[in-house]
């Protein structure tokens, strides 16, 4: 899946101009997780100014966990966790890939708890496609669907897909103090 990402600035007029029109430098299918696209639109460390600068921060690899006042928005699509259960997965190969994909973010999955993590974020999402399990760190569950939206406030949690078909929700992550 490749996502079209339009970035738009101002020219020296002051008028809207397209900046960029195409996928996210850094969107990543990974090849040892099936199913599983990450795409990160965009990342700023510090509370953004405007006008916009023609850095595009997708360009090189750093950090999505920003520091508060730093935002990360970014698509991400789960394979149904069968691709996990299958005797083909290797975790031992995945788990570089999606330290990779998600640098910072990865690093706050627990070993011990699959999927289980918990940032130092407030994050807004939607569920674009698909349907979706939260899971909370007490085994409570939330299942979500297609334009269901979700708030979260820095709790433990994990995504799960217990369906047949992938899911991809859209989600910006704020960094909290």
Known sequence: MTIRRVVLGQNSAGK???????????EMTLQHTPGFVSAPIWTTSEVPSVPYNGNDPM?????????PGGSTFMLITFPPDAVFMSP???PELAGPEHAKAAPGIAETFERENPGMHKTPTLDYGVVLNGRITLELDDGATVDLKPGDTFVQHGARHAWRNPNDKPATIAVVLLGAR
Do not use: C, E
């Not at 809207?16 to 850094?26: E, L, Q, T, Y």
């Open 88 to 90: 083909d997965f290797k």
């Open 59 to 67: 360009a090189s690899s750093g950090t999505l966990l920003q520091p």
């Open 16 to 26: 809207a101009v397209v900046i960029s029109d195409g996928p996210s430098p850094r």
